[in-house]
Every structure is written in C-alpha cells, then in structure tokens.
C-alpha cells in the first residue's frame, strides 16, 4: 500500500473491517491508475471491484455475516442495506452510498453494452463517471469513519485530495499522441511511444516526430532512438518493436510517475 494511503486506511479501519478496508484501497488505486494511463475500460472493472469491497465493508459494519464468496451478490446487498430499519446505520451507509455503489456497479456490469454503437465511443465518459462517483463514495465513508475524533484538519485535507479532478496521463489527438508525465526524456518519449503502439511496430520516423512534438529537437530525437538498444526488436525495413525488457521499463514508468503524481497532490 503506498504512502499517500496509510492516513486513509488508518481512518477507515476505525470504522470497518481492515481485509476489505485494504482490498477497497488497493481497487481504488489501481482504477486510478488505469484512468491516468487512459484504459478506460480497465478503470471501470476496477471500479466496480472497488464496489464489491465497499459492500462488503458496509455489510460487516451492520453487524450481519457476509455469504459465502459463490453467493456474494452486489445487487442484494445494496438492497438490503436500503431496506434496514432507520437508526440501523447512518443514513449515508444505508441509503445514500449503496444507491452510489448501485450506479456504479450498474455502469461497470454493463460495460458499453446499452450504447448505441454508432455513437462516441462511451468508454471514457463511463469511466469518468465511475471515478469521481467512487471517489465521492470514498470521502464519504472517511468523512463518517472520522466522526468523534480530533483531526479535523488532516482530514479535510484527505479529503479534498479525493475529490480532486483526476487527468489522464495519456492524450490523442487526431492519431498524434501524448505523455503528460513530468521530466520525460527524449528516450523515455520513443519508449512511451513504442508502449502504446504494442504489439504494432513504429518506424524510426514516426517515433522521431512522436520525440520531437514532446519539445525535443531532432539531434535529439535521433540520440535518443539509437539509445533505445537491447529492449527492441529492429526489422530489417527499421521499423522496431518493444522486447519484453521494453514493455517492462515502460510499466514501471507510468506506474512510477503515477505514484509520484499522487504523492505530490
């Protein structure tokens, strides 16, 4: 678990289950990760993981077992929960968040299937719609968790971090894409590049313009082509391909930058 969450986790374990507080955590994290790295559809499954952790968690609270992993059924659980006797829970963890937990699952259940096809492609605006609903699902079960205890300020700062607007790391644009990482070298750029393209190859041209729309000149396009060495594969035409060394420094990369991005919010 990263740094950045451990005041959250130790917040939300004051409240509920430390197993499903962590598996919460952990879901939410990577869905925002997959939204930086614009994997939209990625983002969503997480999203609706993250639910499941949150059901549970909000069941455990309520005092009632949970079934067996084969009968877990999200849908139900929000019912019931809605269907507790007022003063069971607070309203927030009897109504309002599993009517939140019901949308979001709904959306990533259904991924792209009530979309007409012929229209924009709902991809991201679904995932867009399923980070900031569960980060508001998040603040709220911090903000409840938080009650009664005298750190209001550290908290209120917990939980602007989680409203923040998140942006993707990724942009395209007309065919033309984008790294909004801070720092990028020129050889990180071609190594990027190379990353979003796979398993397709790029010529040594394409990633020489992909260099040089990042604000490098084309010397240093070129250096930073030839630098790329051992982690790929070179046809004999020159068009290249991310080796699996390649596509494992990419990852780390983006999850690097990703974590760095978060520590500094």
Same mark, same amino acid.
């Given at each position: 678990?990263?740094?950045?969450?451990?005041?959250?986790?130790?917040?939300?374990?004051?409240?509920?289950?430390? =197993?499903? #507080?962590?598996?919460?955590?952990?879901?939410?994290?990577?869905?925002?990760?997959?939204?930086?790295?614009?994997?939209?559809?990625? $983002?969503?499954?997480?999203? +609706?993981?993250?639910?499941? $952790?949150?059901?549970?968690?909000?069941?455990?609270?309520?005092?009632?077992?949970?079934?067996?992993?084969?009968?877990?059924? $999200?849908?139900? %659980?929000?019912?019931?929960?809605?269907?507790?006797?007022?003063?069971?829970?607070?309203?927030?963890?009897? *109504?309002? %968040?599993?009517?939140?937990?019901?949308?979001?699952?709904? %959306?990533?259940?259904?991924?792209?299937?009530?979309?007409?096809?012929?229209?924009?492609?709902?991809?991201?605006?679904?995932?867009?719609? @399923?980070?900031?609903?569960?980060?508001? *699902?998040?603040?709220?079960? #911090?903000?409840?968790?938080?009650?009664?205890?005298? =750190?209001?300020?550290?908290?209120?700062?917990?939980?602007?971090?989680?409203?923040?607007?998140?942006?993707?790391? *990724?942009?395209? @644009?007309?065919?033309?894409?984008?790294?909004?990482?801070?720092?990028?070298?020129?050889?990180?750029?071609?190594?990027?590049?190379?990353?979003?393209?796979?398993?397709?190859?790029?010529?040594?041209?394409?990633?020489?313009?992909? *260099?040089?729309?990042? +604000?490098?000149?084309?010397?240093?396009?070129?250096?930073?082509?030839?630098?790329?060495?051992? #982690?790929?594969?070179?046809?004999?035409?020159?068009? @290249?391909?991310?080796?699996?060394?390649?596509?494992?420094?990419?990852?780390?990369?983006?999850?690097?930058?990703?974590?760095?991005?978060?520590?500094?919010?």
């Amino acid at each position: 678990m990263s740094r950045a969450a451990q005041p959250i986790r130790s917040l939300l374990t004051n409240t509920f289950a430390a =197993t499903h #507080v962590d598996a919460l955590l952990r879901h939410f994290a990577a869905m925002t990760a997959e939204f930086q790295q614009s994997a939209w559809e990625e $983002a969503t499954v997480k999203g +609706g993981k993250f639910i499941e $952790a949150v059901l549970k968690a909000q069941w455990l609270a309520a005092g009632k077992p949970l079934p067996p992993a084969r009968k877990f059924k $999200a849908g139900n %659980i929000t019912r019931d929960l809605m269907a507790m006797p007022a003063g069971t829970l607070a309203d927030s963890l009897r *109504i309002t %968040i599993p009517r939140a937990c019901e949308f979001v699952y709904d %959306i990533a259940s259904n991924r792209g299937a009530r979309h007409d096809p012929s229209e924009v492609d709902p991809n991201e605006i679904d995932a867009t719609v @399923v980070l900031a609903t569960c980060s508001w *699902i998040l603040a709220e079960l #911090v903000r409840r968790s938080q009650r009664g205890l005298a =750190t209001t300020g550290r908290v209120n700062e917990l939980l602007a971090s989680l409203s923040r607007r998140r942006y993707p790391l *990724i942009e395209e @644009v007309d065919g033309r894409v984008y790294f909004h990482l801070p720092g990028l070298s020129a050889r990180q750029v071609a190594l990027l590049s190379l990353w979003h393209r796979y398993p397709r190859r790029a010529t040594k041209d394409e990633l020489l313009s992909s *260099i040089r729309r990042h +604000g490098f000149s084309q010397e240093n396009a070129r250096k930073a082509v030839a630098r790329l060495g051992r #982690v790929v594969d070179e046809e004999p035409s020159g068009a @290249v391909k991310l080796l699996l060394p390649g596509l494992s420094e990419a990852e780390s990369l983006m999850h690097r930058d990703f974590s760095l991005s978060k520590h500094r919010s």
